[in-house]
Structures are given as structure tokens and as C-alpha cells.
């Protein structure tokens, strides 16, 4: 499969997506539950940290993603620990015997990937480096639908996945939480900081949902499109109803007062 770069539109296409994400309110209980079994295992996912210079945080979300959190599992590919893999990859790790301890191989599938200290660890290159781990399948056969192994329980995907090797479904839906929806509760809960992402400024927008002609179905949601608007309005010649409905004229009025329209405006 080709290699997609890391470059600065993808990088700016990761941030946009991650700042506006939003998990959905049928999925919050599950995501917290996924959250606190990832931190009551922090000690052991900061072990293959330190002797892999990766993310803790990075290596909690592959293994929820690839192996259900079981730590009988390979971090590779959910294969069980009492031999090698057989799905792809297969036969890792080749030293040892198996049965594998998780770490060891862990420590294997992340030097497989290429990862270490020197990888790009922020924001962008860590979701880059996630949807890269499961594959660029999405991204180059079916780019209508974001990735659900980063956006599944989010505001930016619904329907649309794999269901076999190289079977896709338009109608399908992940019954997974992605990767970049567990990170985004885990900085919303103060858990992981991102080093090359600033605390935002006292007059900072608020967040807001994507560009849509309806009102959000979610209170919480509306309620922050409601605060949005209020926002802009306290800027001269800004006039925004306050209707909790995120649309066109919200849309460019945001880009008069920050220089970007909402996030899936299609004029962006």
C-alpha cells in the first residue's frame, strides 16, 4: 500500500478534526469506561514507554484498538501471546519463545512501526502515526468517510468501514471507539498534554461542532454553538443570531474574526 506524508495540509487536516471532535452523547459512558481501564493500567503502558521512547497515551490507544486492551494479546494485531502472530504481521516477534510477556512484545510491534523519540510526537504526527498503524485504506479507497480507527463515537463518523480483508460497507459502523476520540477525552480530562499545543487564550473561541444547517440534536452541543455565536457578536460589525445553529452566515462570521470558516465548510 502507497505511504501517505505526513504534510503541512494533513497536519492542519488532523488538528481541525481533533479540535472540533466532539464524542457523542449515546457513546460517552463507554468512552469513560474505555478511559479509566486505560489509566488504571498507565503503569504498564509507561513501561514500554521508557524502553521505547513512545507515548504512553499512543501505545493505551493501539492496544485498545488491537487487541481489546487484553493483555494476552499482541500489540501487533490482537493475536494471542502463547505463540507468534499469524495475522499480519506474521511471526512476531521473531527472537524469544513464546509464551511472549505483553512488554516484549509490545517493544516489538513499536520498533516493527519505526517508532521512537525521534518520531514527530505531536498533535498531527501522533494521529498521523495512529492512522498509519491501521493502514491508509480509508484514506485512499473510500475519502468520504474519516478513518473510524481515529473518529468512531465522534461527531465525525457514522457509517462506513472494512468488514473483511479488502470487503468494504457503506452501511457498517464501528462498534470501536477510535484512537483520536480516547485521546481527546484524555486531554479534555487533563490526563495527556500535547507539547506543541498551546493553552488557548483567555478570548479563544469556544468549541463548536462542524459546519451544518441544523441545530444539533445534543443540548450540549447546541448550548456551544449558542456560546459561539454570543462570542462573535461582541465583535464590530458581527451579527450572529443565537440560534444554536452552526450554518453559513456562523460560518462567515468566524472566518471575519478568526480568519478561518468552521470546520467542514467546504469554502475552507
Request: aromatic fraction near 10%.
Amino acid at each position: 500500500m502507497p505511504s501517505i506524508p505526513l504534510t503541512d495540509s494533513l497536519r492542519r487536516e488532523y488538528e481541525t478534526l481533533f479540535n472540533s471532535s466532539l464524542i457523542r452523547s449515546d457513546r460517552a459512558a463507554q468512552v469513560e469506561q474505555l478511559i479509566s481501564a486505560i489509566v488504571a493500567n498507565k503503569a504498564r503502558y509507561q513501561a514500554v514507554s521508557a524502553a521505547s521512547g513512545v507515548p504512553w497515551a499512543f501505545i493505551a490507544a493501539v492496544h485498545t484498538m488491537e487487541a481489546s486492551a487484553s493483555f494476552s494479546k499482541h500489540l501487533h494485531n490482537g493475536d494471542p501471546l502463547t505463540a507468534r502472530t499469524i495475522q499480519v504481521p506474521a511471526g512476531r516477534p521473531k527472537s524469544g519463545n513464546p509464551p511472549f510477556t505483553w512488554e516484549a512484545s509490545a517493544i516489538d510491534a513499536i520498533a516493527l512501526k519505526g517508532l521512537s523519540t525521534q518520531t514527530d510526537w505531536s498533535l498531527a504526527g501522533t494521529l498521523y502515526q495512529l492512522e498509519r498503524y491501521n493502514g491508509w485504506g480509508y484514506r485512499l479507497n473510500h475519502p468520504h468517510v474519516l478513518t473510524p480507527y481515529l473518529w468512531s463515537y465522534s461527531n465525525h463518523y457514522r457509517s462506513g468501514k472494512y468488514v473483511a480483508d479488502g470487503t468494504w460497507s457503506d452501511t457498517a459502523v464501528s462498534k470501536q471507539c477510535g484512537a483520536a476520540v480516547m485521546l481527546r477525552r484524555m486531554a479534555e480530562s487533563g490526563i495527556i498534554e500535547f507539547h506543541d499545543q498551546p493553552a488557548p487564550a483567555p478570548d479563544a473561541p469556544p468549541l463548536v461542532v462542524a459546519l451544518s444547517n441544523t441545530r444539533p440534536d445534543d443540548p450540549a452541543m447546541a448550548a456551544r454553538v449558542e456560546d459561539l455565536q454570543r462570542w462573535l457578536n461582541t465583535f464590530p460589525g458581527v451579527f450572529v443570531k443565537v440560534d444554536g445553529v452552526p450554518g453559513k452566515r456562523t460560518s462567515e462570521a468566524y472566518k471575519k474574526v478568526t480568519g478561518s470558516y468552521l470546520p467542514g465548510d467546504p469554502r475552507s
